[in-house]
């Protein structure tokens, strides 16, 4: 079954709405909460005044810094990033960005609380706040911890000084990318309930376990008295994967009122406390000798954090594997803003990483008089020359001439403003993408039930990815049944634990683990003289046990393969723009897409994936950033009509190719993660594409109209 275009196998519960979300669980009692948040970027409460918040019917609570619990450490101790966060728990009356939770009103009724958080009333001690990127470029420190726990904060082969210094042609650019905060179709959400000193949360997540022992830390609790549940998620593209301040203060108010409390963020709401990706500032260097040949590459990067936790968007590593260059420095730095901390936006590092670096590539290119597909070409790493070690496989040679095949990239002229459609300037661009193929260890159970069909679970998530879909079809593929023999459960924390649904890793972590349950399943069933596949059998051999059902558990980890091979997908992103001379509006008109990222499991939703994550990539080339007021932090578009991103009438013609890639090394299903890839290497085609139809370059996203024409 791994492999077939199956339809989403949750995709009825979802169309009729009886797929549930974390704010739908019905729970008698149900009292509402809602957050009241500060008004300035930078100070001290001097006091808040809640009495006539208090007075409104039906409110049960105001909990402020005056009457919250006091919890161990200060909230902070569960504090591990970057799963986990330092958060706002009303421990202190210090305010630290625009936005930050001050205070939660609980009421019977949602409105009710919506009205009374509205009366709630702070005065301030306020101090100057740091909230301008440009102006705090100065004080960018260097970053010394390891990037995702695991990579050098910076990295240095060969001489680069020397090689940039003897060049014969040289870029040297700066690319930068803006805030851009997370806008899921679902907001964030949260029901706390407890039954004594045990606590259940139906949480939007991306991470069960994490918010587990996350909440039970900070709260003090033991980690097997909290249950968390999450069925479904309506997106959540990295934002969902820490536990954010309204969890832990739902439980804190549930605990308070005695009742279960459920917090639903607004759209508002969404912009500050529960990240972003953050802005980047890219320096880059290029050196090359006149044949082409590039000699030397370096990239500083400075990315935003906010002032009271560390958080790096890690957009150098790229830059150390993808292109066979000798002499390769990468740098990371940090500036401190009076903004929420940032955190994993879809392809966080990589995607705006390969922004700056595709874009001086294509700028290299250009001065070169070099095709752009050539000169990738030429500079083709066979092995990860950071490294040294081999890939576990690759495909990217394979990527670029299917995709520049169906695009028919040979007949573009490369003169800048050559092509036209109509009274329309055409641009042709095109990109590396690539991501890691990363995996965790993960379990998982199978059981016979003694109706014939097998329950196989797993504690992994559900959010638009069709983690039901492929987890059924690996199961029946071990077990040699057809899939509706097959029950896949997720999304409780009873359940075998994964990891984090993050980094392109469930399919790669879960998937083996899945397997080896269910084929462990499948040994006992054959050693027991039944077939799984003999729907008969089955029902017989679990009755002849009084209905007892027959279970087995697998799990899979990483090996040292891990330190043997490099392990990454690869992709070619070529775009198609189309700009008005006059008026400067851009349209993608089209882009083809080749990737390899080892077996696909599913035909139809991975290519729904990588064609979601190339709009994902258009977005941020075209539309999306927070803008921010830059005297006192407050959010200027944090609503859906002003923080601009696609509609359908945005989205182009997306051709979206598979290459067939074998690897038996990534992991024992040889597939890689597809979640993050879709999104990088887009922005960068793009804005090559707008350079290609009308001569400008734009360095800075997203790419407007006004950056067009006043260039």
């Known amino acids: 079954m791994i492999g077939e275009p199956i339809s989403r196998i949750d995709g009825f519960a979802k169309v009729t709405g009886a797929a549930r979300y974390s704010a739908e ?15 300035i970027a930078r100070g001290t409460i001097a006091s808040i005044d809640a009495a006539a918040a208090s007075a409104i019917p039906g409110v049960l609570l105001v909990m402020t810094a005056d009457n919250a619990p006091k919890l161990p450490q200060q909230g902070l101790a569960a504090f591990s990033p970057p799963a986990g966060r330092a958060l706002s728990l009303l421990q202190t009356r210090e305010i630290r960005y625009n936005g930050e939770p001050i205070a939660v009103v609980v009421a019977e009724q949602f409105e009710q609380a919506t009205q009374a958080a509205l009366l709630v009333r702070a005065t301030y001690r306020e101090q100057p706040p740091e909230i301008d990127m440009q102006a705090a470029l100065p004080r960018a420190v260097p970053y010394t911890q390891k990037l995702l726990g695991q990579f050098e904060p910076s990295s240095h082969r060969g001489d680069v000084a020397s090689a940039l210094a003897s060049a014969d042609v040289t870029v040297d650019e700066t690319y930068s990318t803006p805030l851009e905060s997370h806008n899921a179709m679902e907001p964030h959400a949260t029901i706390a309930e407890w039954n004594g000193d045990e606590l259940t949360l139906y949480d939007a997540t991306q991470y069960l376990y994490g918010v587990k022992r996350f909440v039970a830390r900070t709260l003090g609790l033991p980690a097997e008295r909290v249950r968390v549940i999450s069925k479904f998620v309506g997106g959540a593209f990295g934002s969902k994967g820490s536990t954010w301040s309204h969890v832990v203060l739902a439980a804190m108010a549930a605990r308070q009122v005695g009742r279960p409390v459920k917090i ?232 075998p634990e994964t990891p984090i649904s993050a980094g392109s890793m469930t399919a790669a972590s879960t998937g083996p683990a899945v397997s080896a349950a269910a084929r462990a399943l499948r040994e006992q069933l054959l050693s027991l003289g039944v077939d799984p596949a003999d729907l008969d059998r089955c029902r017989a051999v679990v009755s002849d046990r009084g209905g007892e059902p027959i279970s087995a558990d697998g799990s899979a980890r990483p090996g040292p393969e891990e330190q043997q091979y490099s392990m990454h997908s690869f992709g070619a992103v070529f775009a198609k723009v189309l700009v008005d001379p006059d008026l400067g509006t851009i349209r993608v008109g089209r882009i083809v897409a080749a990737y390899g990222a080892g077996r696909i499991l599913n035909e139809k939703t991975a290519r729904s994936q990588l064609a979601g994550g190339i709009i994902y990539g258009v977005s941020m080339a075209l539309f999306e950033h927070s803008a921010i007021d830059p005297r006192n932090g407050r959010y200027l578009n944090a609503d859906l009509s002003e923080y601009l991103v696609p509609v359908n009438a945005d989205v182009p013609e997306i051709d979206v190719l598979l290459v067939d890639e074998q690897d038996d090394f990534v992991n024992p299903l040889g597939v890689k993660g597809i979640g993050e890839i879709g999104t990088t290497g887009v922005a960068a085609a793009v804005a090559n594409a707008v350079y290609h139809a009308t001569g400008v370059r734009v360095r800075d996203l997203p790419i407007t109209v006004e950056k067009v024409l006043l260039r």
């Open 25 to 39: 669980w019905p729970t008698d009692r149900m009292a509402y909460a809602v957050m009241v948040q500060s008004t």
């Open 264 to 495: 639903v963020l607004t759209r508002r709401q969404m912009f500050g406390p529960v990240g972003a990706r953050p802005y980047t500032v890219q320096h880059l260097s290029l050196g090359a000798r006149r044949d082409g040949t590039i000699t030397a590459i370096r990239q500083d990067v400075v990315s935003s954090t906010s002032t009271f936790e560390d958080w790096v968007e890690s957009s150098t590593l790229q830059t150390r594997m993808l292109y066979d260059v000798p002499n390769v420095e990468t740098i990371q730095r940090l500036v401190r803003l009076n903004l929420g901390t940032p955190t994993f936006n879809r392809g966080p590092g990589e995607s705006s990483g390969t922004f700056g670096l595709e874009s001086a590539i294509d700028e290299f290119a250009v001065r070169l008089r070099i095709d752009p597909l050539e000169l990738r070409l030429r500079h083709y790493a066979d092995k990860d020359p950071e490294t040294g070690h081999p890939w576990s496989s690759k495909s990217l040679r394979t990527c670029y001439t299917r995709a520049a095949d169906q695009f028919d990239w040979l007949h573009r002229n490369p003169e800048p403003r050559s092509m036209r459609e109509g009274d329309r300037l055409v641009g042709l661009g095109m990109a590396t993408a690539t991501y890691p193929a990363k995996r965790q260890r993960a379990s998982a159970v199978a059981r016979l039930r003694s109706d014939g069909l097998f329950q196989v679970q797993a504690a992994t998530h559900e959010f638009g990815t069709g983690t039901y879909t492929v987890m059924t079809q690996i199961a029946a593929d071990a077990l040699g049944v057809p899939i509706d023999r097959v029950q896949f459960d997720l999304g409780d924390s009873r359940m």
